[in-house]
């Protein structure tokens, strides 16, 4: 009987042997494999963050004119950037619909809406302590710029409709034109 005990307990230390030297020989194999996981996600959250903040910067850089280019080619981005943040993208949604034509959103609800997208960003990635309401809506906007802009949209406005008029004129001169030849004029 201790004979079989004797075996049984060679069979379990065998047995515990190679589970040892497999442990010892496959663990180096997971612990890098897991560090590699580790490291691929830590850079893929650092880049993720590093987007939210250049989004983030150049739509408090362009807060002042949002329709700037980059401030609409950032508005169109926050879907992709900030897909995982469902306040940011709420927050979004309000300012698109204040920004539609058809809703007449007067200007300072459209700015409010504007500072809201900015706070709840800002929360997102972590600068809620950092930065204050006034701090988001704080804007410096030269008389010189805002009057150069103006001159500009003016002019694209006068530009727009010279284009329309001019579109119009050989319509109504082929109008007139066929009015000339037809119907013939009676004798």
């Known amino acids: 009987m201790n004979e079989t005990y004797a075996l049984v307990a060679a069979v379990f230390s065998a047995l515990a042997?190679?589970?040892?030297?497999?442990?010892?020989?496959?663990?180096?194999?997971a612990a890098a494999k897991l560090a590699e996981t580790m490291r691929r996600d830590a850079e893929l959250a650092n880049r993720r963050y590093d987007k939210k903040m250049e989004l983030f910067t150049t739509l408090m850089q362009e807060r002042a004119a949002i329709y700037s280019d980059s401030g609409v080619r950032a508005l169109n981005l926050i879907d992709v950037v900030f897909n995982e943040s469902p306040e940011v993208r709420e927050a979004w949604g309000k300012l698109f619909l204040a920004f539609d034509s058809n809703t007449n959103t007067p200007p300072t609800e459209q700015h409010e809406c504007l500072l809201q997208l900015l706070a709840v960003m800002a929360k997102d990635i972590g600068l809620t302590g950092q930065l204050s309401t006034d701090d988001l809506g704080r804007i410096y906007f030269p008389a010189a710029i805002s009057e150069e802009r103006f001159i500009r949209d003016f002019h694209r406005r006068m530009t727009f409709q010279q284009i329309l008029v001019n579109q119009a004129l050989p319509a109504a001169n082929a109008a007139a034109q066929q009015g000339a030849l037809w119907p013939p004029k009676p004798d």
């Not at 042997?17 to 663990?27: D, G």
Request: aromatic share 16%.
């Open 17 to 29: 042997t190679a589970l040892a030297a497999f442990a010892t020989w496959r663990s180096p194999l």
